[in-house]
C-alpha cells in the first residue's frame, strides 16, 4: 500500500506501480531471507520480516514530487547506506539517542505519517467532487472496524484488526462502484503468470533530498533495534540485557535490504514489529519460517494479478489503515520518551525541536525563504525536529555527568558505603536495584582483588560518576595495576581445557561491567567501570 500511495504523489501510471509492486515483492522476501541468517556477519537470526515502512513514507513522497520514482529509488539506496554507516556505531551512538531524542524521533514520523494518512482517509483532494461522501464513508467503515477489532478483539484476531478492516472496506467499496474502472481493467487484462518488469527502474540523486532520507535512515536504525532486541526477548526466557551482536547484524541486513529495494525500483523498507508480535501470539518465533515467508513472497511476485489488486484499493481505505499506524506511533513515540523522567535538558530539547518542526509546517513561507545550503537542513519537518533535538542534546551534555567521591582504607574492601550512596541517588541518577546491585558486586570484587594481593599503597578512593548513560565508577589507588582478565570475552575455538579456563575464570572474578577501562601513570592507578544504564 505504501508504493500505491507514493505512487499517487508522482502521478506515476498504474503499469508501473504494478511493476514497482511486483519488484518490491521481491525485494522483501530476499531481505526477509537475509535477516534470519544467523551465521556470518549480516542478519539477526530472527524472522523480523522487514516491511515498507511509514519511517520512509513522508521522505518518499517528498522525492517523487521534486524528481519522480528515480529520485525515489536513488535516496533510498543512500537512506540504506546510512543504516549501514550506524550499525558500525551503534555502541558510540548511545549518548546521542537517549530515550527522550529517540522516542521524539518516533512521534515525529507518527504525525508526517499521520497528516498524510489523514489527508487521504478524508479524501481532501477528492473534496466537492464526485464520489467524495462514498469516498469518505468507505474510509470512516475502514477505521472503524480496525479499531474496533484491535480493542474489543483478543489474540490473532486484534493483531489481524487491520487486514480485516482493509478487507471490509475494499468490499463496500466495490459495493458502492467507486473503484477506478481504469484499475478494474488492469486487473482483468493483467495475465495470471508474468515476469515482473524492472524497464521503469532508473536513479536520480537529488542532495536537496539528503537530510529528509538522513533522518529517515537514522530512524530506521533505531527502529530496527527495538525489534531485534523484541525479538531477542521473546526468544530467550533469561533476557537481561541486549546481545549487541545481532542487534547490529540485524541492522545491517536491515540497511542491505533497504538499498536492493532501491535497487530494484522499491521504496525505502525497514524491519517490523507487527511480525515479531504476531509471531510472539502465534508462538511460533521460529528463524526457519522466513525462508519460506520470502520464498512465498517472491513467487507472488509472479503473478501480475496480485500486484493489481492493490491499485484496485481506495486511496481512502490505505489512509484510514494508515492513520492507525500513525496513532500507534505517535503514542510509542511518547511511552519511549517518558520510560526516563525529562528534566530539564530533555524538556528543551523535545519541546523546542517539537516546536521547529510544527513551524516548519506553519510558518513554511519562513523557512521556504532560507539560503539553499540552510534549506538542505531545514526543508521537511522530520529533518529539522532531528537536526534540533541532537544538536541540543550535544549542547546540554556539557556539564551533565556529576561525582561522588569516597574513600576506602586498604583494610576494609566493603563496599556498603558505596551502595548506601548509590541508593540515595537511586531517584536523581535513575538507576535500579539492578543496575546498583552489579556496580557495587563488581567493585567489591576489585578492591578484595587489591587487598588480597596486597597491590594498594594506602587507601583507595572511588569515584561515582552519572551522564544520563554510564553509570561509571571509578577507582583510584596508588600501587601496581591490577591484571583483569578479558571477562565474558567471546572465543571462536576452545582446545582441551580451554572451555573450563575461560568459564572458571569469569566465574570466580565476577567483574562483569559493560566496559572496563584500566591506566596507570607511575604508581597512580585508575580503574574505569562503565555500567549501562
Known amino acids: 500500500m505504501y508504493i500505491v500511495l507514493i505512487a499517487s ?66 535516496m533510498t539506496i543512500f537512506a540504506g547506506a546510512v543504516e549501514v554507516l550506524v550499525s558500525l556505531f551503534i555502541r558510540r551512538l548511545k549518548p546521542v539517542f537517549p530515550p527522550a531524542v529517540s522516542g521524539f524521533i518516533v512521534l515525529v514520523i507518527g504525525i508526517e505519517l499521520g497528516l498524510v494518512a489523514l489527508g487521504n482517509l478524508l479524501d481532501v483532494k477528492g473534496f466537492g467532487k464526485p464520489q467524495y461522501t462514498e469516498n469518505l464513508l468507505v474510509g470512516v467503515i475502514t477505521i472503524s472496524i480496525i479499531m474496533g477489532f484491535s480493542i474489543w478483539f483478543k489474540g ?8 480485516f478492516g482493509i478487507a471490509a472496506g475494499f468490499i463496500v467499496a466495490v459495493f458502492l462502484g467507486i473503484i477506478p474502472p481504469n484499475s478494474i481493467e488492469l486487473f482483468n487484462t493483467s495475465p495470471v503468470f508474468s515476469l515482473p518488469d524492472p524497464g521503469y527502474i532508473s536513479y536520480s540523486f537529488n542532495a536537496s533530498l539528503i537530510p529528509a532520507f538522513l533522518t529517515a535512515g537514522i530512524a530506521a536504525s533505531l527502529r530496527t533495534i527495538g525489534v531485534i532486541t523484541t525479538a531477542e526477548k521473546i526468544n530467550d526466557s533469561d533476557w537481561k540485557k541486549p546481545d549487541y551482536g545481532p542487534i547490529k547484524k540485524g541492522m545491517l541486513a536491515d540497511g542491505i535490504g533497504c538499498m536492493l529495494g532501491g535497487l530494484m525500483g522499491a521504496p525505502g523498507m525497514n524491519a517490523t514489529p507487527g511480525i515479531v508480535g504476531l509471531s510472539q501470539a502465534a508462538g511460533s518465533t521460529s528463524r526457519y519460517m522466513a525462508f519460506p515467508t520470502g520464498i512465498f513472497l517472491i513467487v507472488l511476485a509472479f503473478f501480475p494479478k496480485v500486484s493489481a489488486l492493490f491499485l484496485m484499493l481506495p486511496l481512502s481505505v490505505v489512509g484510514a489503515s494508515l492513520v492507525v499506524s500513525g496513532a500507534f506511533m505517535i503514542s510509542g513515540g511518547i511511552e519511549i520518551m517518558t520510560t526516563r523522567n525529562l528534566d530539564s535538558r530533555m524538556t528543551y530539547v523535545v519541546g523546542v525541536s517539537l516546536l521547529l518542526g510544527i513551524g516548519r509546517k506553519v510558518f513554511h513561507g519562513y523557512f521556504d525563504s532560507f539560503p539553499e545550503w540552510l534549506k538542505l537542513m531545514t526543508d521537511t519537518t522530520l529533518s529539522l525536529a532531528l537536526i534540533s533535538s541532537i544538536a541540543l542534546v550535544l549542547i546540554f551534555r556539557l556539564g551533565i555527568k556529576k561525582k561522588d567521591v569516597l574513600m576506602y582504607d586498604k583494610s576494609l574492601p566493603s563496599c556498603d558505603h558505596l551502595r548506601e550512596h548509590l541508593k540515595s541517588r537511586e531517584r536523581e541518577w535513575r538507576l535500579d536495584d539492578e543496575i546498583i546491585d552489579h556496580a557495587v558486586s563488581s567493585s567489591e570484587q576489585i578492591i578484595h582483588h587489591l587487598t588480597e594481593a596486597k597491590l594498594t599503597q594506602g587507601p583507595v578512593k572511588l569515584e561515582a560518576a552519572y551522564d544520563e548513560v554510564y553509570l561509571e565508577i571509578i577507582i583510584e589507588y596508588k600501587g601496581t ?53
Open 481 to 533: 595495576l591490577l591484571a583483569l582478565p578479558a571477562v565474558g570475552a567471546k572465543h571462536a575455538h576452545f582446545m582441551e581445557e580451554d572451555a573450563f579456563v575461560h568459564g572458571i575464570r569469569d566465574f570466580l572474578t565476577g567483574v562483569y561491567p559493560d566496559r572496563i577501562e584500566t591506566s596507570a601513570k607511575h604508581e597512580d592507578v585508575k580503574i574505569r567501570l562503565f555500567f549501562n544504564v
Open 9 to 74: 504523489y508522482g502521478d506515476v501510471p498504474e503499469k508501473v506501480t504494478a511493476n514497482a509492486i511486483s519488484m518490491g515483492m521481491i525485494a522483501i522476501g530476499i531481505a526477509t531471507i537475509l535477516q534470519s541468517l544467523w551465521k556470518g556477519p549480516i542478519g539477526s537470526g530472527y524472522f523480523a520480516s522487514p516491511v515498507y515502512s511509514a519511517v520512509y513514507l513522508a521522505p518518499s513522497v517528498l522525492a517523487v514530487k521534486a524528481g519522480g520514482l528515480p529520485a525515489v529509488f536513488a
Open 156 to 163: 490473532i484476531l486484534r493483531l489481524l484488526c487491520s487486514l
